[in-house]
């Protein structure tokens, strides 16, 4: 690897959005034949840097250096053109094309005016052959599995003659096998001297492919480090913000300190979820009264596991049980019906309808307990609506205001009562307080606990160790869709957490076992 001019430096660059802060002072540098990692939580800004190297944004301010020359690319046809390209996490190939079609879209060679198949089928072979794969570039992209779909992204990202090749959380669907495959054609590229800037969470896979990785945070690029002198607890560290030494202190959230009173009953375990890719062995308990944290870094399966449960993704191996018994949830509707509500981690793309009301929003899950023969019940409607704007305090002008009108604290609060007017026995909360203003942060932590206080069961994924640390009765790490530590309240500090994301490492006693032999809190 060439370090001594690099192929692509950013420096300052910056983007707003309506209301948001993208970027702001972001740096990156590749040389050439690097492999660079670029890492960060949700948020980070990641994926609005790609995108302005890529052409598909525009930066505000701030340069862009390429090959040694100022660039500032308008479409995603200048940045190839330029020798950038970017294969995102989903393929943006045409699936009934062939391979070679796919390969050379946009660019066919043509003889006379007509596209010279033989000629477009022998450059999709040599092309592909430099990346060791050996295929039929006759047959349909679809009739190839993930993987080699992938390599022909790469072989169409060759045909340009890129220097450089972003890959967007390319091992996402991957199974080990294929992952390994990527991975050869990635060590080819570099031995080629092309570039590739690595997207990803899985730090295994991190370790194994790229040489530098760029840390960025809250829009900022707040590191950049030689992966081999790098320990993964500091990796995981600046990811988060937080310094190794970093002690558990209470009172950085509106959680108070007293335990919960938790009780001997089982409301939830779930035991060795596993799905393909995804899940390899996630096991959770919660006890009746009890809020469980679900930590873990971006990838590491918190999402799928609670998805899995409210059967809103299927699984292929493992056991669900809900108050004692096990259950074989088909639909989300058979979940509801359990006592189990579900608060997704996006929102706007799961949570809300934008375009209907505060009230349409808020009893959307309830409407069949308030109707007769289709109709519904206004009056009823009315009181579960008028009963929960004013218990949870949400502001709004009235409850036929749309719900795209309010705060994200307001929206979420609308979600929280969708699920509250069904008196359930166990809530899903998943990042509850994520993109919400302080003070509404603070009436949902306050919220949460009182939900707590009253019996209702809590299973909730937070990327905030002090969320997770002051508001949980106990906290279970996952990695790599895997559950690989277990932590009570009492014994957790933000190093035992940090070190168990890091590593799988860390814990006080097996992180499975212990949901069984464990008093729940408040028995003690």
Same mark, same amino acid.
């Given at each position: 690897?060439?370090?001594?001019?690099?192929?692509?430096?950013?420096?300052?660059?910056?983007?707003?959005?309506?209301?948001?802060?993208?970027?702001?002072?972001?740096?990156?540098?590749?040389?050439?034949?690097?492999?660079?990692?670029?890492?960060?939580?949700?948020?980070?800004?990641?994926?609005?840097?790609?995108?302005?190297?890529?052409?598909?944004?525009?930066? @505000?301010?701030?340069?862009? *250096? &390429?090959?040694?020359?100022?660039?500032?690319?308008?479409?995603?046809?200048?940045?190839?053109?330029?020798?950038?390209?970017?294969?995102?996490?989903?393929?943006?190939?045409?699936?009934?094309?062939?391979?070679?079609?796919?390969?050379?879209?946009?660019?066919?060679? %043509?003889?006379?005016?007509?596209?010279?198949?033989?000629?477009?089928?022998?450059?999709?072979?040599?092309?592909?052959?430099?990346?060791?794969?050996?295929?039929?570039? *006759?047959?349909?992209?679809?009739?190839?599995?993930?993987?080699? =779909?992938?390599?022909?992204?790469?072989?169409?990202?060759?045909? &340009?003659?890129?220097?450089?090749?972003?890959?967007? @959380?390319?091992?996402?669907?991957?199974? @080990?096998?294929?992952?390994?495959?990527?991975?050869?054609?990635? %060590?080819?590229? =570099?031995?080629?001297?092309?570039?590739?800037? &690595?997207?990803?969470?899985?730090?295994?896979?991190?370790?194994?492919?790229?040489?530098?990785?760029?840390?960025?945070?809250?829009?900022?690029?707040?590191?950049? %480090?030689?992966?081999?002198?790098?320990?993964?607890?500091?990796?995981?560290?600046?990811?988060?913000?937080?310094?190794?030494?970093?002690?558990?202190?209470?009172?950085?959230?509106?959680? *108070?300190? $007293?335990?919960?009173?938790?009780?001997?009953?089982?409301?939830?375990?779930?035991?060795?979820?596993?799905?393909?890719?995804?899940?390899?062995?996630?096991?959770?308990?919660?006890?009746?009264?009890?809020?469980?944290?679900?930590?873990?870094?971006?990838?590491?399966?918190?999402?799928?596991?609670?998805?899995?449960?409210?059967?809103?993704?299927?699984?292929?191996?493992?056991?669900?049980?809900?108050?004692?018994?096990?259950?074989?949830?088909?639909?989300?509707?058979?979940?509801?019906?359990?006592?189990?509500? &579900?608060?997704?981690?996006?929102?706007?793309?799961?949570?809300?309808?934008?375009?209907?009301?505060?009230?349409?929003?808020?009893?959307?899950?309830?409407?069949?307990?308030?109707?007769?023969?289709?109709?519904?019940?206004?009056?009823?409607?009315?009181?579960?609506?008028?009963?929960?704007?004013?218990?949870?305090?949400?502001?709004?002008?009235?409850?036929?205001?749309?719900?795209?009108?309010?705060?994200?604290?307001?929206?979420?609060?609308?979600?929280?009562?969708?699920?509250?007017?069904?008196?359930?026995?166990?809530?899903?909360?998943?990042?509850?307080?994520?993109?919400?203003?302080?003070?509404?942060?603070?009436?949902?932590?306050?919220?949460?606990?009182?939900?707590?206080?009253?019996?209702?069961?809590?299973?909730?994924?937070?990327?905030?160790?002090?969320?997770?640390?002051?508001?949980?009765?106990?906290?279970?790490?996952?990695?790599?869709?895997?559950?690989?530590?277990?932590?009570?309240?009492?014994?957790?500090?933000?190093?035992?957490?940090?070190?168990?994301?890091?590593?799988? @490492?860390? $814990?006080?006693?097996?992180?499975?076992?212990?949901?069984? *032999?464990?008093?729940?809190?408040?028995?003690?």
């Amino acid at each position: 690897m060439n370090q001594a001019v690099p192929l692509l430096t950013i420096e300052h660059v910056r983007k707003t959005f309506p209301g948001v802060v993208a970027l702001t002072d972001a740096h990156l540098q590749v040389f050439p034949g690097e492999v660079h990692a670029l890492v960060g939580q949700n948020g980070a800004g990641k994926s609005t840097l790609i995108k302005i190297l890529s052409g598909a944004y525009t930066r @505000e301010s701030g340069s862009i *250096t &390429f090959e040694g020359q100022p660039v500032n690319f308008h479409t995603p046809q200048q940045a190839q053109n330029a020798g950038i390209s970017t294969i995102y996490q989903e393929i943006n190939l045409v699936p009934l094309r062939t391979v070679a079609e796919n390969i050379y879209m946009g660019k066919e060679p %043509r003889r006379w005016g007509f596209i010279n198949w033989r000629a477009m089928n022998e450059g999709a072979r040599t092309l592909l052959e430099r990346l060791h794969i050996s295929i039929d570039v *006759t047959r349909p992209l679809l009739s190839y599995n993930i993987a080699l =779909q992938q390599m022909v992204a790469i072989a169409r990202a060759l045909s &340009f003659e890129s220097r450089l090749v972003i890959m967007d @959380e390319p091992t996402s669907s991957l199974n @080990e096998h294929e992952v390994e495959t990527l991975f050869d054609s990635i %060590r080819q590229l =570099q031995s080629e001297g092309v570039s590739t800037l &690595f997207v990803g969470h899985r730090l295994d896979e991190i370790y194994t492919i790229c040489d530098r990785v760029t840390i960025m945070r809250d829009g900022r690029t707040v590191d950049v %480090r030689d992966l081999h002198s790098l320990p993964r607890v500091e990796l995981v560290s600046r990811m988060l913000g937080k310094e190794q030494s970093d002690l558990r202190q209470h009172g950085q959230t509106s959680f *108070t300190p $007293e335990q919960h009173h938790a009780q001997a009953k089982v409301v939830l375990e779930a035991h060795d979820l596993r799905r393909s890719v995804v899940l390899h062995g996630a096991s959770v308990r919660v006890h009746a009264g009890e809020i469980v944290g679900l930590g873990g870094l971006l990838g590491s399966g918190r999402s799928e596991v609670v998805r899995a449960i409210f059967a809103a993704d299927p699984i292929e191996g493992g056991t669900i049980s809900v108050e004692g018994e096990q259950t074989h949830f088909r639909t989300p509707i058979d979940a509801i019906r359990a006592g189990i509500g &579900f608060c997704s981690e996006d929102r706007k793309a799961d949570g809300i309808i934008p375009f209907l009301s505060v009230r349409e929003n808020m009893t959307l899950a309830v409407l069949p307990r308030i109707s007769r023969y289709g109709i519904v019940s206004r009056q009823k409607q009315q009181e579960i609506v008028d009963t929960f704007i004013r218990r949870l305090d949400i502001k709004t002008s009235g409850p036929d205001q749309p719900i795209r009108e309010l705060s994200g604290g307001n929206q979420q609060k609308v979600l929280l009562a969708r699920w509250l007017c069904l008196d359930p026995t166990l809530l899903l909360l998943d990042e509850p307080t994520r993109g919400i203003d302080i003070g509404a942060k603070a009436e949902i932590q306050g919220l949460i606990e009182e939900l707590a206080e009253k019996g209702v069961s809590m299973l909730m994924i937070s990327s905030e160790l002090e969320e997770l640390i002051e508001g949980c009765d106990r906290i279970v790490i996952l990695r790599d869709g895997k559950s690989v530590a277990s932590f009570a309240r009492n014994e957790v500090t933000q190093d035992a957490l940090m070190a168990a994301m890091a590593h799988g @490492e860390g $814990e006080p006693k097996p992180p499975v076992s212990d949901l069984k *032999t464990e008093a729940p809190r408040g028995e003690d």
